[in-house]
Every structure is written in structure tokens, then in C-alpha cells.
């Protein structure tokens, strides 16, 4: 009693200081470019999008009252709150394996993951809803077709069903959680064939997953297409390269101390050297390990990225709490923070301070460039910063331009690619009540080409500004000199950050829209 009674202590303290910490970066940093561009989803809801399902824009229209509160904090509040959830929820599927203080130890683990504690659980990404709705999944999963087969258990996987609706419509990649599911079935419990729960569980995931098919066939399924080729291999020869960037990207983010005790306790399973229920592991290997080797196996072609396969190692730090636990038990000890939880909270401490003393501070690299167009080009923590700094010099600049009216200074501002057109939408359009409009090929300008639709696209003879900066650098000359009488640069500003000047950015006049462009979504 008294050992429940401080693992469930501990349990609060762990909640409460994740959430007070991921509410502090979350209010404190600023958007990093994916982050920003789904903040669209919300501005604009639709049944799905060009890069993925809807979900985590509703989200964010949830936890903004609509937008209503629009700061980077109550954006990014879903992760902070989702996040807190999971913790928990990682605790409960822990306790439900083997015991709580197994549970605990998956809780730490988990909030020591890289992936889940920032990228997922601080960081707004269609992983945030992703991963609590994968492991509300696992949850269930593991209640009910890991045991037998009875009315409680047929009462779980329906929920299973429902859980796992809302993950695709949060990802494509929790797929491989139906997919998992029924390699366990097929495989190691065919009684469920003779349920009709088991049926009845796949078409309400499948039901919920609809508005999603109805959005792409209504949109020559481009979402599907989009994805499935970022990971065709057959164009592409063999990249050794890219291979050892996502194994590594893979350790990193799911915290190198994570990754390996992971290995370890997966070798130990295989072995039968942990004391675990072997169904339920089962289930768990067949849900995680395809996802993990499929887009290793993909990087030998193409580049891929680490985090795709984010929700599969959490699924493997259950793994790894029961290999903790037994091996507190051959040592006769029943410790709260084993050493390998000390170090993986370390390595994640050590990453957050470092992470936030280069992106606020530039503590630790700086890059000159050695052009006034490539300042910071090779410095990726600039990706979180200078927006805001921009913001308020972009401000002045339409203020200045009321007078001295070179332009009308609420012309629409273009961009080529999402990036950095949603940044250039959040921080410098957005307050001043400007549209950004996008002038490209789908390929970059992904949901933006449906934005300028919304937003009337272009008339003749308009005029309309260009922002780019020196960190991804794009002139706008060759790109949209056909389509204007003139191309000018206005003001280059300069970004500081502690100081030091580590970024320009370049404001261009469009001028005279001589040439109009014709609707990449015509058909559509």
C-alpha cells in the first residue's frame, strides 16, 4: 500500500512538472515552420489536406476557442494538454503489463522521449493527436484481443475501433495499428475471426477515416499521392546516406539512452528473459517493429524522417519498463528513478537547455555566411526565431508606405513555397489584417494553393509585396518577373538575436501584375 500510494505520488509530481515545462517552451518559443503552416488547418478547416488528415487543426481550433486566442501558447496548447494525458495513459498500459511500478517506469521513459515529450507533446504536429489516440489504441488493443475472448474484452476493442478512427484521422502512418492488430489475430488468436466485434471495430475506424477519402477523391486523391511518393524508392538508386541520417535521427529522438535500453529489451523478449505477458507483447512487436524497419527500409532510397515512425519506439518503451522492472527484481531493489531513467532524463534535460540556449541565444553556433543572402543559411535553430523581431519592422515599413505610397501598403504579400509562407501569414500579415497569397506549383505551395482560391487570388494590375530571408534565401526576379512590370528591393532588415547579426531579411515590391497566373487547382 504504502509502495502505491508514493509511485502514485511520484506519478503527479512527473505530470506536473512536464506540463509547467511544456507550457513554458510552448509560450516561450516561436513556431517552427511545420508548426506554423498547420495553424492553417484551423484558419482554414476542410475534411483533409494536401500534406495530412484534419485532425490536428481541429485541435487547434479547440484549444484557441477557434482562433479566437491566437498566441503561440493556446496554438500549441493541444500538445501541452494531450501530452500531459499521455503520461498518464503510458502509466495505466505500464500497470496493465506487469505491475505500477512498471508503469512508472514507462511514464519516465516516455517523458524522457525526445519525440514525445517535444515534438509531440510541446510542439503542435498531426503527431500530437497521433500519438494519444495510438496509445488509447495500444490501451485497448491490449484489454482485448491479448486475452480471451469474452463480452468485456469484445466492450474494449470497440473503443479500440473508435480510438484508432480518430488516429487516422490524425496520421496515415496509424495504419500500421489496424495493420498490427490483425497480423496478431491472424497469427496468434484466429477465435477473434468468429466475433463480429472484430469486424465491427475495423469499419468504425475505417467510417471515421471516410471524410478523408471523400476530401482526396474529390481532389484526384492528391494527399495520397503526395505521400506515397516522398517515399517511392523505385526512382531512386541506393543511399547508404540517408540510411544512417534516419538510424540515427531514429536514436536521437526517441533519446539515445531510450534507443538503446530499447534494443536491449527487445532482444530480452525475443529470448524470454523478461517476465511479461507474451500475447500482449506480441501484439505490441507486430503494432511497432513493421512501422520502424518499413521507413529504414524506405531510407535506403529516400530520404525519410525520424519521427515518422515516433509513435512505433514509444510503443517499445513499454519493453523497456518491463526489462527495468526485472532487472530491479534480480538486484532485490525496487528503485523509483533506476540509473538508465536518471541518465534518459538527463539527455533530455541536457537537450532542452542546449536546444533553447542556441535558439534564443546562439549560444553554440553562429553562422556569418559570407553574402548578405545567405547570413544564418546553415544555422536550422533560426528556424525559431526572428519572426516576431520581423513582425514588428514589418509594421513600421507598411506604416511608412501609407506615406510615401510606393505601393498600396495593404497589398497581399506572395510567396512560392508553404514555407515561408505560412510564417510570413502568422507574423507579419496576420496582425495587420494583410492576405498572403501563394505563386508556385502545388509541389510547394501544398495547402496554399487552395488559401489563395479562398482569398480571390489575384486580380491585373495589383501590386503586392515579396519577403524573403537570408536563412532560405529565393529571388524574386527570375521567379516572378514575368508577371510583374517591376521587381524591386525595398528595405533589407536585419535580424539580431543576443547581439549579434544573424540574419537579413529582404522586402521586395511586386509591382503591376502584368501577366496573370492560371489556377494550379482549375481542375480540381
Same mark, same amino acid.
Given at each position: ?247 540515427? %535521427?531514429? =536514436? $536521437? /529522438?526517441?533519446? @539515445?539512452? &531510450?534507443?538503446?535500453?530499447? +534494443? ?96 534564443? %541565444?546562439? =549560444? $553554440? /553556433?553562429?553562422? @556569418?555566411? &559570407?553574402?548578405?543572402?545567405? +547570413? ?149
Amino acid at each position: 500500500m504504502n509502495s502505491s500510494r508514493k509511485i502514485r505520488r511520484a506519478m503527479l509530481i512527473l505530470v506536473l512538472l512536464s506540463l509547467v515545462v511544456r507550457g513554458f517552451f510552448a509560450a516561450f518559443l516561436e513556431f517552427g515552420n511545420d508548426e506554423v503552416y498547420y495553424w492553417t488547418y484551423a484558419l482554414y478547416p476542410d475534411l483533409s489536406h494536401f500534406d495530412h488528415p484534419p485532425m490536428v487543426g481541429f485541435l487547434i481550433q479547440f484549444t484557441s476557442l477557434n482562433l479566437v486566442f491566437d498566441s503561440e501558447f493556446f496554438i500549441r496548447l493541444g500538445a501541452v494538454l494531450l501530452g500531459t494525458f499521455n503520461i498518464w495513459l503510458v502509466f495505466l498500459i505500464g500497470r496493465n503489463i506487469r505491475d505500477e511500478l512498471t508503469g512508472f517506469y514507462a511514464a519516465l521513459l516516455y517523458t524522457a522521449s525526445i519525440y514525445a515529450f517535444i515534438i509531440a507533446g510541446t510542439f503542435i504536429l498531426p503527431d500530437t493527436p497521433q500519438l494519444t489516440f495510438w496509445l488509447i489504441t495500444v490501451y485497448f488493443l491490449i484489454r482485448s484481443i491479448a486475452g480471451p475472448v469474452n463480452r468485456i474484452a469484445k466492450g474494449y476493442l470497440l473503443i479500440a475501433g473508435l480510438a484508432a478512427g480518430f488516429a487516422l484521422l490524425s496520421k496515415y502512418t496509424s495504419v500500421f495499428l489496424l495493420a498490427g492488430a490483425f497480423l496478431y489475430v491472424l497469427i496468434y488468436n484466429r477465435k477473434w475471426f468468429k466475433t463480429k466485434e472484430l469486424y465491427l471495430s475495423a469499419v468504425m475506424a475505417l467510417i471515421f477515416f471516410l471524410p478523408v477519402f471523400m476530401w482526396n477523391y474529390n481532389n484526384d486523391f492528391i494527399s495520397f499521392t503526395f505521400q506515397t511518393d516522398r517515399v517511392g524508392i523505385f526512382d531512386a538508386g541506393f543511399r547508404g546516406d540517408f540510411f544512417f541520417t534516419e538510424l540515427g %535521427g531514429q =536514436m $536521437l /529522438y526517441n533519446n @539515445p539512452v &531510450n534507443f538503446i535500453l530499447g +534494443i536491449f529489451a527487445l532482444v530480452a523478449f525475443f529470448r524470454g528473459k523478461i517476465s511479461m505477458d507474451a500475447q500482449k507483447g506480441k501484439l505490441m512487436i507486430l503494432i511497432a517493429l513493421p512501422l520502424i524497419f518499413l521507413f529504414l527500409f524506405f531510407s535506403l532510397f529516400r530520404h525519410t524522417l525520424p519521427h515518422w515512425t515516433g509513435p512505433a519506439w514509444t510503443t517499445i518503451i513499454f519493453f523497456s519498463a518491463v526489462y527495468l522492472r526485472e532487472a530491479g527484481i534480480k538486484r532485490s531493489g525496487k528503485k523509483l528513478l533506476p540509473s538508465f531513467v536518471v541518465t534518459s532524463l538527463a539527455v533530455l534535460m541536457l537537450v532542452l537547455i542546449l536546444g533553447v540556449m542556441q535558439i534564443r %541565444g546562439g =549560444m $553554440l /553556433y553562429t553562422d @556569418p555566411g &559570407n553574402r548578405p543572402e545567405n +547570413i544564418g543559411e546553415r544555422d536550422i535553430s533560426l528556424d525559431m526565431y526572428g519572426w516576431r523581431q520581423l513582425s514588428g519592422e514589418f509594421e513600421q515599413i507598411v506604416e511608412k508606405e501609407k506615406e510615401l505610397a510606393n505601393i498600396d501598403p495593404m497589398s497581399p504579400v506572395i510567396s512560392h513555397r508553404w514555407f515561408p509562407a505560412a510564417n510570413i501569414d502568422y507574423y507579419l500579415a496576420r496582425p495587420l489584417g494583410i492576405d498572403v497569397l501563394g505563386l508556385g506549383g502545388l509541389d510547394g505551395l501544398h495547402k496554399y494553393a487552395w488559401i489563395t482560391q479562398y482569398r480571390e487570388g489575384f486580380i491585373p494590375g495589383m501590386d503586392a509585396w515579396y519577403v524573403t530571408v537570408s536563412r532560405d534565401f529565393k529571388d524574386p526576379v527570375p521567379m516572378y518577373g514575368p508577371f510583374f512590370e517591376n521587381v524591386e528591393l525595398a528595405y533589407t532588415i536585419p535580424i539580431y538575436r543576443n547581439g549579434k547579426h544573424v540574419m537579413n531579411a529582404f522586402i521586395y515590391y511586386l509591382k503591376d501584375m502584368k501577366k496573370m497566373p492560371l489556377s494550379i487547382l482549375a481542375n480540381k
